[in-house]
Antibody, heavy 118, light 110 residues
Framework: QVQLQESGPGLVKPSGTLSLTCAVS????????WSWVRQPPGKGLEWIGE???????NYNPSLKSRVTLSLDKSQNQVSLKLSSVTAADTAVYFC????????????WGQGTLVTVSS | EIVLTQSPGTLSLSPGERATLSCRAS???????LAWYQQRPGQTPRLLIY???SRATGIPDRFSGSGSGTDFTLTISRLEPEDFAVYYC???????????FGQGTKLEIK
């Protein structure tokens, strides 16, 4: 069974960098695409970006200048960095594995709340 | 960039009734890339439908998806108590390569 677990600081200061890790178990991260999605409190879902096991990435144009996704194959982890954060970046951040052969998100982590505040 | 608009914003129905949720795209989209998710309060999103009409593994057959072009529909034939949740449609657009979600439809108990 594939399991994803996000982790990282729950509080980040404005103008700082948000850094999260998604630990994957039950499957190698070399299997497919992996995405990050976020959800501000009480609001809808926003796709942040995706990374393939080759290292190829695609980012949401609205966040592209601030986002970096990376893989750690030795740890079987996917990482997210979001720079120059503001209160608008406060959200629950999810990592997700894509559907095999289709463009959708099949497995999701439980999500981690990150609050941007001084 | 494609915008997905879901309607209604809130749908109030009773268990046993039929629910019809709409997702409209700002321009014609590929049917291969339209999906639906359910999110219960405090839970993670759950894939229901991909490729417009294919049910994900373990999804009951009371859930069905249809549509083409710019108009897509998620239908729940007979509502069960656990179906009351927020539903999102999602599209993948290859140019630029990105996913877009609709703003969601809240299905609440009447």
């Amino acid at each position: 069974q594939v399991q994803l677990q996000e982790s990282g600081p729950g509080l980040v200061k404005p103008s700082g960098t948000l850094s999260l890790t998604c630990a994957v178990s039950g499957e190698s991260i070399t299997s497919d695409w992996w995405s990050w999605v976020r959800q501000p409190p009480g609001k809808g879902l926003e796709w942040i970006g995706e990374i393939y096991h080759s290292g190829n990435t695609n980012y949401n144009p609205s966040l592209k200048s601030r986002v970096t996704l990376s893989l750690d194959k030795s740890q079987n982890q996917v990482s997210l960095k979001l720079s120059s954060v503001t209160a608008a970046d406060t959200a629950v951040y999810f990592c997700a594995r894509h559907c095999i052969g289709h463009r959708c998100h099949y497995y999701w982590g439980q999500g981690t709340l990150v609050t941007v505040s001084s | 960039e494609i915008v997905l608009t879901q309607s209604p914003g809130t749908l109030s129905l009773s268990p046993g009734e039929r629910a019809t949720l709409s997702c409209r795209a700002s321009q014609s989209v590929s049917s291969n890339y339209l999906a639906w998710y359910q999110q219960r309060p405090g839970q993670t999103p759950r894939l229901l439908i991909y490729g417009v009409s294919s049910r994900a593994t373990g999804i009951p057959d009371r859930f069905s998806g249809s549509g083409s072009g710019t108009d897509f529909t998620l239908t729940i034939s007979r509502l069960e108590p656990e179906d009351f949740a927020v539903y999102y449609c999602q599209h993948y657009g290859p140019s630029p390569p990105m996913y877009t979600f609709g703003q969601g439809t809240k299905l609440e108990i009447k």
